[in-house]
């Protein structure tokens, strides 16, 4: 199986602020994913995070508020940017292995802004 | 009508009582279909692929029903820690994963 490290874990921010969230692999990694889930709602897919090109972004998100990076295949970026209230919620790195058609998800992380 | 539906729950179960999930989903190309678990504050974690014989795991039997776009979990005598959220997940041909809302599970003593 994949192991994700994400950081950070959880935060609290400001409104009007952004904040970078890292997600890294312990192996290459085809496919990567961010997903967004708030409070007692399923899961959403943000976007899928392309090595070496830009993201394929879900309908209702965008590159402006939600630029990722993936400079390789064990690593990719989430910037929430210019953060409002409705922004809160747990935001998840996930990894498909091809080879079992599973996908691992990191542990996640908490933000809240204020 | 939702890609997946599942009923939210939460199931109320007593300590070694079956209790089945359903999960009906709306794309007929689906090619893959799987459960997770999510525990409160936790990431979901793959509890089983669900294939087109059915399979089993322990006290986990997975069932798929292609005709009527329906998938089932069961569990049997169910434990304490069983005590979750079970996400029913379908994937088309693409790689993207569809969630369901999850189905809470409270496993009582």
């Known amino acids: 199986s994949a192991v994700i490290s994400q950081k950070p874990s959880r935060d609290i921010c400001q409104r009007g602020t952004s904040l970078t969230i890292q997600c890294q692999v312990d192996s290459q990694v085809t496919m990567m994913f961010w997903y967004r889930q708030q409070p007692g709602q399923s899961l959403t897919l943000i976007a ?11 309908s209702g998100f965008v590159i402006d508020k939600f630029p990722i990076s993936r400079p390789n295949l064990t690593f990719s970026t989430l910037t929430v940017s210019n953060m409002s209230p409705e922004d809160s919620s747990i935001y998840l790195c996930s990894v498909l292995w091809t080879e079992k058609n599973i996908q691992y998800f990191g542990a996640g992380t908490r933000l809240s802004v204020l | 009508r939702k890609e997946v539906e599942q009923d939210p729950g939460p199931f109320n179960v007593p300590e070694g009582a079956t209790v089945a999930f359903n999960c009906t989903y709306s794309n007929s190309a689906s090619q893959s279909f799987f459960w997770y678990r999510q525990d409160c504050r936790k990431e979901p974690k793959l509890l089983m692929s669900v294939y087109s014989s059915g399979n089993e795991d322990g006290r986990f039997t997975a069932q798929l029903n292609r005709a009527s776009q329906y998938i089932s979990l069961l569990i049997r005598d169910s434990k304490l820690s069983d005590s979750a959220t079970y996400l029913c997940v379908v994937r088309g041909n693409n790689y993207q994963l569809i969630w369901g809302a999850g189905t809470k599970l409270i496993i009582k003593p």
């Open chain 1, 48 to 58: 899928t995070a392309n090595q070496g090109s830009e993201a394929t972004y879900e």
